[in-house]
């Protein structure tokens, strides 16, 4: 009865089906053409951050910086859309009025 059910069962002493056997096909995937690009995104709304989002499905790194007093504006939209923009990126919340971390930030920043 268990397996007209579809469960999982075996009689004591009975052997299992053999693992099936598993094969690559094709070439293996090489890895992203940015891979190891360290952006720093400084752009807000729609076409910065497309880009940077593209930039991070290619491979790159890509940091969202944003001011604590004034953050991207497509925050005031709705969310998923800032979250599908900024999908993957790293965040850095910097104080323009002390640039030094954004400094130090952007001078390890590829692009």
């Known amino acids: 009865?268990?397996?007209l059910l579809g469960l999982p069962v075996g009689v004591l002493g009975e052997t299992g089906a053999a693992a099936p056997v598993v094969r690559q096909i094709?070439?293996?995937?090489?890895?992203?053409p940015l891979t190891?690009?360290?952006v720093a995104d400084l752009s807000s709304m729609w076409a910065?951050?497309?880009c940077g989002h593209l930039l991070g499905a290619a491979g790159a790194t890509?940091?969202?910086?944003?001011?604590?007093?004034?953050?991207?504006g497509t925050r005031r939209g709705p969310e998923a859309f800032f979250d599908w923009m900024n999908?993957?990126?790293l965040s850095y919340r910097v104080d323009f009025a002390h640039p030094a971390g954004l400094r130090r930030l952007l001078a390890a920043a590829d692009v």
Not at 26 to 32: F, I, L, N, T
Not at 62 to 72: F, L, M, W
């Open 26 to 32: 094709g070439a293996r995937v090489p890895p992203p």
């Open 62 to 72: 890509v940091v969202k910086v944003e001011s604590a007093t004034r953050p991207d």
């Open 48 to 50: 910065g951050p497309l």
């Open 1 to 3: 009865r268990a397996r």
């Open 36 to 38: 190891g690009l360290f």
């Open 87 to 89: 999908a993957g990126k």
